[in-house]
């Protein structure tokens, strides 16, 4: 929901080597035509970490990792021929030179939640809410920065009372603010830090909020999937098994017993035990690595994955319909 997928740092590795794959190649990456569904869109930025269809507003809501910001992205009425236009709703001064990450829509109070960080230092890291209808702010509460641990809030999920949980993929840890905006507590566990660096390099990111009050939480480079009662926040380590989980990204929650996990591939993941266990079900690959999965999404009963990165003089971005 970013970004979801890195920190400051790995940002700019991932742009250098971007920068250094040969043309021809993504040349040859770009015509690869999917095998299914796509949207595609112009945009003012190169990098949308997080896309969530408004099923009211009947557009997509797009984060911009790049500045900060939120945008729509409205499909035509004509079969979607051709790119849309991205149009910005969102560009708050008081977070410039912040990134937009994960993104949920808190249907019952008309508002959208997006995680801000400070992509680079990796010093900064809020909450924001923003009215749908106005989009005028309605808090921001600070999670980091008056210390000198480093932190980066990721993604965010949203429980029926409006209480807030972001993942901090720097620091793991799961800050959680109420619905008025104030920070609360913080979720933390020595099984968000499993054995070996390489496997901490990116913590903690997507997640989602299950109807049955609990949250499943997604560690990136382990590719550990977590439960957490929220009676008692007991954290406990998902047994999953038909394939792994690494270098999964933001999570989206199809119904009470499936998620879909972003990344490449995309994966169904399914549990018929209340997610004590579950099971890798089905894989999808977009096929185009040097955009990067980031994020999903369910518009009528269809997921749609978006990639962070935009290519072209008029930065085309793509969402596109995964079929597992």
């Not at 793991?172 to 913080?186: A, C, F, M, Y």
């Not at 566990?189 to 990116?202: C, D, K, M, Q, R």
């Amino acid at each position: 929901m970013s970004p979801s997928f890195c920190s400051g740092r790995f940002s700019v590795a991932l742009f250098l080597v971007i920068s250094a794959v040969p043309i021809s190649y993504l040349v040859s990456l770009e015509r690869a035509v999917p095998s299914t569904h796509v949207f595609s869109y112009h945009s003012s930025g190169f990098f949308r970490e997080c896309a969530k269809w408004d099923d009211v507003g009947r557009r997509f809501l797009v984060s911009f990792m790049d500045g900060g910001g939120i945008g729509e992205v409205v499909p035509s009425d004509d079969g979607d021929i051709g790119a849309l236009r991205e149009v910005t709703l969102v560009k708050d001064a008081d977070l410039a030179g912040n990134a937009s990450l994960g993104i949920v829509i808190d249907r019952d109070r008309n508002r959208l939640l997006v995680a801000v960080a400070d992509l680079l230092g990796n010093r900064y890291s809020a909450l924001a809410a923003y009215d749908m209808s106005t989009w005028r702010r309605v808090f921001l509460a600070e999670l980091s920065g008056q210390s000198k641990e480093k932190s980066f809030a990721d993604d965010v999920a949203v429980d029926a009372r409006g209480n807030a949980y972001v993942t901090d993929a720097k620091g793991s840890k799961i800050w959680k603010v109420d619905v008025n905006g104030e920070l609360v507590s913080t979720i933390e566990s020595p099984l968000f830090t499993p054995p070996g660096w390489y496997n901490n390099l990116v913590a903690l990111n997507g997640i989602v909020y299950h109807p049955d009050g609990f949250l499943i939480v997604i560690h990136t480079f382990s590719g550990l999937l977590y439960k957490i009662d929220l009676t008692d926040d007991k954290v406990t380590v998902v047994e999953v098994t038909g394939g792994t989980l690494r270098f999964g990204d933001g999570l989206e929650l199809l119904s009470r017993t499936k998620i879909v996990v972003a990344g490449s591939p995309a994966r169904l993941v399914e549990s018929s035990d209340g997610w004590r266990t579950a099971t890798v079900t089905g894989w999808f690959s977009t096929g185009m690595v040097h955009r990067i999965v980031s994020s999903a999404t369910v518009k009528e009963g269809r997921v749609y994955l978006n990639h962070i990165v935009g290519f072209g003089s008029k930065k085309r971005h793509l969402l596109v319909e995964a079929v597992f």
